[in-house]
């Protein structure tokens, strides 16, 4: 059984309890051991966190050694954005491509593979599913992120999602409510803006989180977004009308909301991340996810104080501070006796997510495609990374490729110039251009007409949201990045 530290007051374990931070290295610090002890309850866990399987399960196991129903979360959206495989790329393609295939049995059993492996690991938060709906072709951090572009079909399968993964004893914690989809401004640098009027909210941006309400998602998670219509002072995630009023009272929300990370620019550049805790918890959060910039004892001490300070001035109600720690606690208790279901499909679990990258896949032959027999050069047109991806984790068909068709040449180009520069380095290989989200990049849409024009054999690969009329003797619509993805792509251009 867990227990709390003497000398530690109701007032401190409750401030602690309604964090979730981060930290350094592959093994739980001492600190952070110290903390669980005296009422922390949630711990963040990123790539840097990450070597492998067996370790994970062993920093989890340790983290529990000190407190057994810590709630252990991770931002484990499968595709694009993976922490699991964050070295490798995932083995799941991600939501965009399991919205394409358009089977919500698929995405369940997908999503409950995913959480049987986080399970196993000892995770049982998980910061997923993305419920945006891709409005904006724009976007520059949702786009495969999401399940795509129709309401309905992200509604349904957000729903499946959540029913999966919870399946597997993993809570879900679905974001970014009410809805980051129609933004042209990454939240991690900037606060951006949704101008839509109230009944395009209600009936776009909001049917996915009623689904997955529905459904029974144990968390949800706050975007920080200024929806002008909810709320024209105050960020999402600093709301109280947008999570107590319509979150908890419209919607009938009773699980935990918990705030996306606190170090993005979006609070942390104007309101400071100690001020926008603060007033989050009073606005309706529940739970302050810090710790993925920010990822040390210091930090912690300085939310802590922060919080207890504005209880002991008045500003935050004790009340509302401990109703937000008692809900953090009840999520921790139920993932301590969660019922774990079988897979909801007959598919073969541990190669589901090739399965669903393989179905996912837009093929378009031209009249100039011919099988590709003989080693090609991979010419990936790579566009800066958004922060939730990161660019360590690779991406594309070229490791695929030099597997299948060895002496396989690559190259990364970006910018002014970079189709002639790929024709250069290409020399008399075929060339395989792989691109992410081509419409939102005019330089990589010009390098792909130059390639066309002066090799018209070119193999076209977009691995983004597919936009832009198919290009190449071949054109192959991914949906997403990831590791399955490439896989899947590569098996596709060098069968007959």
Request: glycine share 10%.
């Amino acid at each position: 059984m867990t227990t709390i530290a003497s000398g530690t007051d109701t007032l401190t374990r409750d401030a602690l309890a309604v964090l979730q931070p981060g930290f350094t290295g592959t093994s739980a610090p001492s600190w952070l051991l110290r903390r669980l002890g005296e009422g922390l309850t949630s711990v963040g866990l990123f790539g840097r966190n990450i070597a492998s399987p067996d370790q994970l399960a062993a920093l989890t196991a340790q983290l529990r050694a000190e407190r057994d129903d810590v709630l252990v979360a991770i931002d484990e959206e499968g595709g694009d954005v993976t922490r699991l495989e964050v070295r490798t790329g995932s083995s799941f393609p991600g939501n965009h491509a399991l919205g394409a295939v358009d089977d919500v049995a698929l995405t369940e059993a997908v999503a409950h593979e995913l959480g049987r492996r986080l399970a196993v690991c000892g995770v049982n938060l998980n910061w997923a599913p993305s419920a945006d709906i891709n409005s904006n072709p724009s976007n520059p951090v949702i786009g495969v992120r999401s399940f795509g572009a129709d309401t309905d079909l992200v509604a349904r399968h957000t729903a499946a999602y959540v029913s999966g993964l919870q399946s597997a004893g993993v809570a879900a914690c679905t974001k970014h409510f009410p809805g980051h989809g129609d933004t042209a401004v990454d939240s991690h640098h900037a606060l951006p803006r949704i101008d839509a009027d109230l009944s395009v909210l209600h009936a776009r941006e909001l049917a996915p989180f009623r689904a997955a309400i529905a459904a029974g998602s144990r968390a949800v998670m706050s975007a920080h977004i200024l929806v002008p219509a909810l709320d024209p002072a105050h960020p999402a995630t600093l709301s109280r009308r947008v999570l107590t009023g319509l979150l908890r009272e419209e919607l009938g929300f009773d699980g935990l909301i918990v705030t996306d990370g606190m170090e993005m620019q979006a609070i942390s550049a104007t309101y400071g991340i100690e001020r926008g805790s603060v007033l989050a918890i009073a606005a309706g959060a529940d739970a302050i996810c810090v710790g993925g910039g920010l990822a040390d004892e210091e930090t912690v001490l300085r939310l802590r104080d922060a919080l207890v300070t504005a209880v002991r001035s008045g500003e935050l109600p004790e009340e509302r501070l401990a109703d937000a720690a008692a809900r953090v606690r009840a999520l921790a208790s139920w993932t301590t006796s969660a019922k774990v279901t079988p897979a909801p499909s007959t598919a073969s679990a541990p190669d589901i997510g090739l399965v669903a990258a393989r179905r996912a896949l837009t093929i378009t032959r031209g009249q100039h495609h011919t099988p590709l027999t003989e080693a090609p050069y991979v010419a990936s047109l790579t566009p800066v990374a958004n922060i939730a991806v990161g660019d360590e984790t690779p991406w594309g068909v070229a490791a695929e490729l030099r597997r299948i068709l060895p002496g396989t040449e690559t190259g990364s180009f970006t910018g002014e110039g970079a189709g002639a520069e790929v024709i250069a380095a290409a020399g008399s290989r075929r060339v395989v251009a792989v691109v992410r989200d081509a419409h939102r990049h005019a330089w990589m849409a010009e390098a792909l007409d130059t390639l066309i024009t002066a090799r018209p054999d070119t193999i076209v690969i977009e691995m983004g949201v597919p936009q832009a009329p198919p290009q190449g003797a071949l054109h192959i619509a991914t949906h997403g990045a990831a590791q399955a993805c490439g896989q899947a792509a590569a098996e596709a251009i060098t069968a007959p």
